[in-house]
């Protein structure tokens, strides 16, 4: 979607080695999120940001940390990398998810091997 | 916390004919949001349609309609006129109608629309 760019698009990694992703939007949209896309899992909630240097946990937040220092940018950080992280990445981004829902990202598929 | 159930993790169906894929959900709140999302092979994800609990009127997109029975918490996609892009996994999602604005997902169904 024009308004939200990630990167990368795809990365491979060695295990133990921190990773960052990145989430630029530029909708100026309060909330932003962290997904990750496994299969039989869908789309599970990392982290998400209600607003600059306002974040909270999601349900699958381990191993993970994240930042938004300005509005458009929101950081997702594999602190050590594991093969369990091997996963697709969506960020997302909301003003009003009841009324709108969400805008996706692209995604970023992750390796760790 | 709500949970997102879709029973059918793949499904088929020949060109031109309608599809429902099922959906059910858990949550003791009266007031919410459903979604469904579409994922093409392109990875991309797309909001197909939006229904307000409290309203008892199915949305309707164009072919695409949903079933929402509010008392069984079922809320069901109907694909009418099944094209060949209609191939995709679909996600089903949930919404509070109040404090925080996340969206709880299903595991999703794959689609494939045969030609």
């Known amino acids: 979607d024009a308004g939200i760019t990630q990167s990368p698009r795809h990365k491979v990694t060695e295990t133990g080695t921190p990773v960052t992703l990145r989430c630029h939007q530029t909708e100026n949209h309060r909330y932003m999120y962290w997904y990750r896309q496994d299969p039989g899992h869908g789309l599970r909630l990392i982290h998400y940001s209600y607003g600059v240097k306002d974040t909270d946990k999601g349900e699958v937040s381990d191993g993970y940390s994240v930042s938004r220092s300005k509005t458009e940018d929101f950081l997702l950080t594999l602190e050590s990398a594991t093969s369990s992280q091997t996963s697709v990445y969506f960020c997302?981004?909301?003003?009003?998810?009841?009324?709108?829902?969400?805008?996706f990202g692209s995604g970023t598929r992750l390796t760790v091997v | 916390a709500q949970t997102v159930t879709q029973s059918q993790p793949e499904m088929s169906v020949q060109e031109a004919e309608t599809v429902t894929l099922s959906c059910t959900y858990d949550t003791s709140e009266n007031n919410y949001y459903l979604f469904w999302y579409k994922q093409p092979p392109s990875r991309q994800m797309i909001l197909v349609i939006r229904q307000e609990a409290y309203k008892q009127q199915n949305a309707t997109e164009n072919r695409f309609s949903v079933n929402f029975q509010k008392a069984a918490k079922s809320f069901s996609l109907k694909i009418s006129d099944s094209q060949l892009g209609d191939t995709a996994m679909y996600f089903c999602a949930f919404s509070f109608n109040f404090g925080n604005e996340k969206l709880t997902f299903g595991t999703g169904t794959r689609l494939t629309i045969i030609p």
């Open positions: 997302a981004i909301s003003e009003s998810t009841r009324v709108y829902g969400y805008t």
